[in-house]
C-alpha cells in the first residue's frame, strides 16, 4: 500500500490505486463524466480533475496514480471553480431542452449542474453546432445536439462489443460523434444491441419511442392489445421507481400493466419454454443424425445480426428457433387467437424486453406466422416505467398480481432465460431429461451461470460427452466462434447472447449513472433475482410446463413438428 492524504485524512491505499480509487476508499466520490470502469479510461472530459500539491495543474483523477506521501484535495475552491468551468463549456454547445428530454431525472450532465450549482447556463454563449437526429434504425436516435463527446458509446461499442461503428469524425469544434463517411446508422453493421444507450449520460441516444403507438391502441375499442414481458424485465423494472438493484417486482409489473389497460397480461416465460420445447429437440436431432454442431442459440436478435454480419459463413450453426418474443407472437395469433374466437388482425401485440434489438427483430422477414407480423410493437423496460409514469400509477402502492392463464404460466427454466447461461441451463434440464429418459437428480447446471464473458462445461449423458459453451458480449462470442471456426474445440451447443450477462444488462433497461456501474456489478444483482425466482418455482423444467403441453396435446401435436416449424422457425440471411 501507499500513504496518500485526501482533503487532509490520511489512507492507506493499494499500490496503483488511481486517485479516484484512493478517493472512494475515503468515502469521497469524486464526479466523472467520461469514465467507464475497464472501458473508457481516457482522461478526456476534466469533470474528475483534483489538486495534488506540487503538480502544475489540475490532474484528472480517473487516470492519475496516488504516489507515497501524495497530498490531494479533491474539494478545493480552485477544483470546484474548474468543474463548473468544464460544464459551462459543455453546456455551450449542449442542447438544452432538458424539461422534457427522455433523459431528465436520469442524465448524469444534470446531475453535475446541479451538484456544482452551474446557474449560468449561457456563460460561454456563442457559436453552436447544429446536427440532425439519425433516426434510420428501428432501434435508436441518436442526437449529436445533446452529445457532450464523452466516447463511452464508441468505446463500449468497440472494446465490448467488437464492432466499432460509432466514433469521433472531424476535429476541434466540430468533432461529432458518428459513422464512418457520415452514414447513417442503419446503413452500418451495427447490430441493436444498444449497449451505447445503456451508458450515454444524457438524451444523446435513446430508443425509438413507441409508447404512443401502444397508448394508441390501448385506447382504440375495436383491438385487443396483448402484452408479453420478458424474463429480464422484471429483475430492472423497479430500478425505474427508485428500488434497489436487483428486486423482483413482478407482481407490481403485472398490476401496472392490468392497470394500463391491456387485455391480457402474458409472460414471455411461457415462450421460453416452447423455444426449450423446439430447440432441444433441434439439439438431439442435430447430435443423432449428424447435424451441424454445435448447435448455437438463436434468441438474441443482436447476436443474430452480428451472425448475419460478420460470421455468415456460420449461420448453419444457428437453431432455427424463432426467439422467445416471436414464437410468443406466432402462437398468440393462431392457436390463441383461435381457441378464444379472436380475430388476429384485431389483436394487438405487445412486448416489453429489456432489449433495444428486439424493435429490429419484430420487422425481421419470416416472423409472421399469422400471415400478420407475430408482434406489432416491441417496447423497453425504461419505455413501459415511463407508460407508468405518464398515467401517474404509483408502481410502490400496486398488490402483486398474476399474469393471465394459459399464456402466463412458465417454469423456471422459462425465467432464467434473461441471465447468460439461462438458456443453456434451461435447455439442458429438457435436453438431458429427454436423452436419458430418467429425473434429474437436481435442475441446476450450475457449472454455466455466473457472470463470466465465457463458460465452459462438459457433461456426460447417455453414454456421451457434451461440451458446451456460453458466451455474453459480442467480443466473447467472436472467442468462442474463432474457437470453433479454427477447428480447436469440439462444442455441441452453445449459448450467445449479445450483451454481456445477457438480457438482464440489455440495452432497454433501466439507466444507472457511471459510479453505479463501476462500483457495482449490476448483471449479478439482476441475474439473481431471476435465479432466486427459478428456485422457488414448483416447476423449474419447460417440459414440466402444464400449459406447453396442453398446447402440443391441442395444437402442435410435437416438437419439432411440421406444424412446429411453420409457426416457430425461422430462417436467416448472409
Ligand atoms: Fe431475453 Fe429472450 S431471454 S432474448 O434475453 O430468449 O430481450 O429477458 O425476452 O425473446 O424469453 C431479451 C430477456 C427475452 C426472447 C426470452
Redesign the pocket.
Known amino acids: 500500500t501507499v500513504n496518500v492524504k485526501i482533503n487532509g485524512i490520511s489512507i492507506d491505499v493499494p499500490k496503483g490505486s488511481t486517485i479516484l480509487e484512493a478517493a472512494r476508499l475515503a468515502h469521497i466520490e469524486i464526479p466523472t463524466l467520461c469514465y467507464l470502469k475497464e472501458i473508457n479510461e481516457i482522461g478526456a472530459c476534466r469533470i474528475c480533475v483534483v489538486e495534488v500539491k506540487g503538480a502544475r495543474s489540475l490532474v484528472a483523477s480517473c487516470v492519475y496514480p496516488v504516489a507515497e506521501g501524495m497530498e490531494i484535495r479533491t474539494d478545493s475552491p480552485k477544483v470546484l471553480a474548474s468543474r463548473r468551468h468544464t460544464l459551462e463549456l459543455i453546456l455551450s454547445d449542449h442542447d438544452r431542452k432538458c424539461l422534457s428530454c427522455v433523459r431528465s431525472g436520469s442524465c448524469e450532465l444534470q446531475k453535475l449542474c446541479y451538484d456544482l450549482k452551474v446557474e449560468n447556463e449561457t456563460a460561454y454563449e456563442g457559436e453552436r453546432n447544429e446536427y440532425e437526429l439519425d433516426g434510420s434504425s428501428a432501434h435508436m436516435v441518436r442526437d449529436n445536439n445533446k452529445c457532450i463527446l464523452c466516447r463511452r458509446c464508441s468505446a463500449v461499442c468497440e472494446h465490448v462489443q467488437g464492432i466499432g461503428v460509432i466514433g469521433a469524425n472531424e476535429r476541434g469544434f466540430k468533432t461529432n460523434i458518428s459513422c464512418a463517411f457520415e452514414m447513417d446508422l442503419a446503413e452500418t453493421s451495427c447490430v441493436s444491441c444498444g449497449q451505447c444507450i445503456a451508458v450515454c449520460p444524457t438524451g444523446a441516444l435513446y430508443e425509438q419511442d413507441h409508447v404512443d403507438e401502444v397508448f394508441a391502441a390501448l385506447n382504440d375499442p375495436h383491438k385487443y392489445v396483448i402484452v408479453q414481458t ?4 422484471r429483475a430492472a423494472l423497479g430500478e425505474a421507481f427508485g428500488l434497489p438493484i436487483g428486486t423482483n417486482v413482478q407482481g407490481k409489473m403485472v398490476a401496472a400493466l392490468r392497470r394500463l389497460g391491456f387485455d391480457k397480461v402474458f409472460d ?2 411461457f ?2 419454454d416452447l ?1 426449450i420445447m423446439e430447440e432441444a429437440a433441434e439439439f438431439i436431432d442435430r447430435v443423432q443424425n449428424g447435424g451441424v454442431l454445435p448447435l448455437i442459440t438463436s ?2 436478435p443482436g447476436w443474430i445480426k452480428y451472425c448475419e454480419h460478420y460470421y455468415p459463413d456460420m449461420l448453419d450453426h444457428l437453431s432455427s428457433c424463432k ?3 416471436q414464437m410468443f407472437g406466432a402462437i398468440t395469433k393462431t392457436y390463441y387467437a383461435n381457441k378464444m374466437g379472436l380475430d388476429p388482425e384485431k389483436i394487438v401485440m405487445v412486448s416489453v ?3 433495444t434489438a ?1 424493435k429490429f427483430e419484430i420487422g425481421r422477414d419470416d416472423q409472421n406466422a399469422a400471415g400478420l407480423p407475430d408482434v406489432d410493437i416491441s417496447i423497453t423496460t425504461r419505455e413501459l416505467a415511463r407508460m407508468i409514469e405518464r398515467v401517474g400509477l404509483n408502481f410502490h402502492a400496486l398488490p402483486d398480481e398474476e399474469f393471465d392463464d394459459p399464456l402466463g404460466r412458465s417454469t423456471g427454466a ?1 425465467v432464467i ?2 441471465a447468460t447461461g439461462g ?1 443453456m441451463e434451461a435447455a439442458l434440464r429438457t435436453a438431458v431429461e429427454t436423452l436419458t429418459k430418467e429425473e434429474l437428480p437436481s435442475p441446476d447446471f450450475t457449472e454455466v451461470r455466473g457472470t463470466a464473458g465465457v463458460k465452459k462445461a462438459t457433461y456426460h449423458v447417455a453414454g456421451m460427452d457434451i461440451n458446451v459453451a456460453v458466451a455474453s458480449g459480442l467480443n466473447n462470442a467472436r472467442t468462442i466462434l474463432e474457437e470453433i471456426k479454427s477447428g480447436k474445440s469440439n462444442y455441441h451447443f452453445v449459448e450467445i ?1 449479445a450483451c454481456p450477462g ?2 438482464v444488462n ?1 440495452g432497454g433497461q433501466p439507466h444507472q449513472p457511471a459510479n453505479v456501474r463501476n462500483t457495482t456489478d449490476i448483471k449479478a444483482l439482476r441475474a439473481k433475482a431471476l435465479y432466486d425466482i427459478d428456485t422457488l418455482m414448483p416447476l423449474r423444467k419447460s417440459h414440466e410446463n402444464p400449459a406447453i403441453k396442453q398446447l402440443y396435446e391441442e395444437f402442435l401435436e410435437e416438437p419439432g413438428s411440421h406444424k412446429a416449424h411453420d409457426i416457430l422457425h425461422t430462417s436467416y440471411v448472409k
Open positions: 420478458a424474463p429480464a424485465v414471455t416465460d415462450a421460453a423455444t434468441c438474441s426467439s422467445p418474443q424486453m429489456p432489449c428486439k422459462g432465460f434473461g438458456v447472447m445477457g438480457c440489455g
